[in-house]
T-cell receptor
Framework: DVKVTQSSRYLVKRTGEKVFLECVQD?????MFWYRQDPGLGLRLIYF???????EKGDIPEGYSVSREKKERFSLILESASTNQTSMYLC????????????FGPGTRLTVT | TQLLEQSPQFLSIQEGENLTVYCNSS?????LQWYRQEPGEGPVLLVT?????EVKKLKRLTFQFGDARKDSSLHITAAQPGDTGLYLC?????????????FGQGTELSVKP
């Protein structure tokens, strides 16, 4: 059974803190993605990675960075958290180019106060 | 600019009713996927449509890809409370690299017993 896990389901941080969100997949997928989900806006791509140490900006990369040191792990970093980064963060992986289906983790609901 | 427009954004119906959710764009897509997301979980793939005019059925759910591959619909017959959730369409653009998908805003469906 395919699995994408995220390090925390709920997280509360203060403005200005550095925040790390971790994602691990056990499917040996090349591609991994970080999205944020806000009501009425759907899923918006923050960053994606198509190989170890390779990354590309998505549609809303400002205020975020990522790290992929190992194939199975993709981390999202908020360098200095702000209240407008309060959101649901979803990690996904896919078998592309072997398929476009994305497998999602359960999400991390981050609140920045 | 939202490349994939879903309508309606909210739908509240009684058990046994039929409903249709639409996903529209001015762009052509190589394929289109529908996901369902339950509260507290990540989206899960329901179906992928690839060929213009294609119709796929999944029990009481019928998915259609427009002839021009710019739009899609999801029809649910005799909705049940278990169908409650957020439905997301996601498209793969022509010439896409990296397995990136464009997501619609989502349709929040509530089926009351």
């Amino acid at each position: 059974d395919v699995k994408v896990t995220q390090s925390s389901r709920y997280l509360v941080k203060r403005t200005g803190e550095k925040v790390f969100l971790e994602c691990v997949q056990d499917m040996d997928h090349e591609n991994m993605f970080w999205y944020r989900q806000d009501p009425g806006l759907g899923l918006r791509l923050i960053y994606f990675s198509y190989d170890v140490k390779m990354k590309e900006k998505g549609d809303i990369p400002e205020g975020y960075s990522v790290s992929r040191e190992k194939k199975e792990r993709f981390s999202l970093i908020l360098e200095s958290a702000s209240t407008n980064q309060t959101s649901m963060y979803l990690c996904a992986s896919s078998l592309w180019p072997g398929g476009y289906e994305q497998y999602f983790g359960p999400g991390t609901r981050l609140t920045v106060t | 600019t939202q490349l994939l427009e879903q309508s309606p954004q909210f739908l509240s119906i009684q058990e046994g009713e039929n409903l249709t959710v639409y996903c529209n764009s001015s762009s052509v897509f190589s394929s289109l996927q529908w996901y369902r997301q339950e509260p507290g979980e990540g989206p899960v793939l329901l179906v992928t449509v690839v060929t213009g005019g294609e119709v796929k059925k999944l029990k009481r759910l019928t998915f259609q890809f427009g002839d021009a591959r710019k739009d899609s619909s999801l029809h649910i017959t005799a909705a049940q409370p278990g169908d409650t959730g957020l439905y997301l369409c996601a498209g793969e653009r022509l010439g896409n690299q990296g397995g990136k998908l464009i997501f619609g805003q989502g349709t929040e469906l509530s089926v009351k017993p």
